[in-house]
């Protein structure tokens, strides 16, 4: 690698939390290589949170559900850029397709164990070991190093957007409010919302904080039963972007959620941060902070990585309001 400005180009196309969880890989090879030219394919529907990230030269939007032509010509800008690397953060078959098609002089994956898709790793041209550390960020850290990175912390170059919304929140809540996000894509992931509002008013009763309840596309009549559950202790926020949530995350006291992206845009602006975690691994996906605090039910699970929950009553739903009452005293005392 001999090139003064050598080129590299990242794939990780999605979902939110994943492209969260890649930042710090990038952010570290930018150090590493601070005159190089860093690319990152990413799905478009997150290219919001990429523009807020310092070192990206160029992010380069590509719906994954595009047309073949569409893929064909996005592959062919793609290959005018004679790339020294092409790095396959995601481990999937679309994406390790994608990194050997820009025609990069080498391409990088994780090996055939830490892949969702294990068949992807035909197209890698290394798959350097990564360790044995659980954790994905760790995990992208790791394939770094055949880039020359041995900078192995955990750094998230985000700028903190001005935010209506976050102007919003804080005059009709103060500066100390918590955010509370009862929705994920899957509903295996999602704590009862009645549970939600419970916490609230706890919340408000016993440490005089009121919540913001935070909702994506659909989710809106959940975020609403929360508020309604809440006994006047939270209000619903009105419909957010990404970079709205980054700045009501920034603001906040602290942040309950289960595991879906506004927990990891949370984590990543170091929002104080107690996390629900059912069906999915809270030492892979979870918060990373050491004074985080995971409320974890996949030991007992029997639906690890589904949608659907297969039994009569969601792992997740074992979790009682005052057992995450007690996990918030303690990540506040942390504080």
């Given amino acids: 690698m001999n090139d003064p400005q050598p080129r590299f180009l990242i794939v990780r196309l ?4 994943d492209v969260i969880h890649a930042i710090p890989a990038v952010a570290a090879l ?46 062919r ?65 790791a394939l770094m190093r055949a880039l020359g990175v041995q900078d192995a912390d955990v750094v998230f170059p985000i700028s903190i957007p001005a935010s209506r919304a976050a102007a919003a929140v804080r005059e009709q809540m103060g500066p100390r409010y918590v955010v509370i996000n009862p929705g994920a894509a899957w509903p295996n ?77 949370g984590a990543a602006v170091g929002t104080p941060i107690v996390a629900l975690f059912g069906p999915t691994s809270a030492e892979r996906n979870g918060p990373w902070a050491a004074s985080d605090i995971s409320i974890s039910r996949f030991d007992r699970c029997a639906c690890h990585y589904e949608r659907q929950c297969r039994r009569s009553q969601s792992c997740i739903d074992d979790i009682s309001v005052d057992e995450v009452m007690a996990a918030i005293e303690r990540r506040v005392a942390a504080r």
Avoid: N
């Fill in 30 to 75: 930018r150090r590493r290589h601070p005159a190089a030219r860093i690319d990152w394919i990413v799905d478009p529907q997150y290219l919001e949170l990429l523009t807020l990230v310092a070192g990206i030269d160029h992010c380069i939007p590509l719906d994954p559900r595009a047309s073949w032509s569409g893929l064909l010509k996005a592959v």
């Fill in 189 to 265: 992931k999602r704590w009862p919302p009645d549970r939600f509002g419970a916490l609230a008013a706890a919340l408000a009763e016993r440490r005089g904080l009121r919540s913001a309840v935070l909702w994506g596309p659909g989710e809106e009549s959940m975020a609403a039963a929360v508020v309604a559950a809440s006994r006047g202790a939270a209000e619903l926020l009105p419909p957010t972007s990404i970079t709205d949530i980054v700045a009501i995350a920034k603001g906040a006291s602290l942040m309950v959620s289960g595991d879906t992206g506004p927990l990891h845009i």
């Fill in 14 to 17: 999605g979902s939110l939390g």
């Fill in 77 to 141: 800008d793609l290959r005018r850029v004679h790339y020294e690397a092409a790095a396959d953060l995601q481990g999937l078959l679309k994406s390790a397709l994608l990194a050997r098609a820009a025609g990069a002089r080498r391409t990088l994956g994780f090996p055939r164990a830490h892949l969702r898709e294990p068949l992807a790793g035909v197209f890698y041209s290394e798959t350097p070991d990564v360790g044995d550390r659980p954790h994905v960020i760790h995990k992208g850290l």
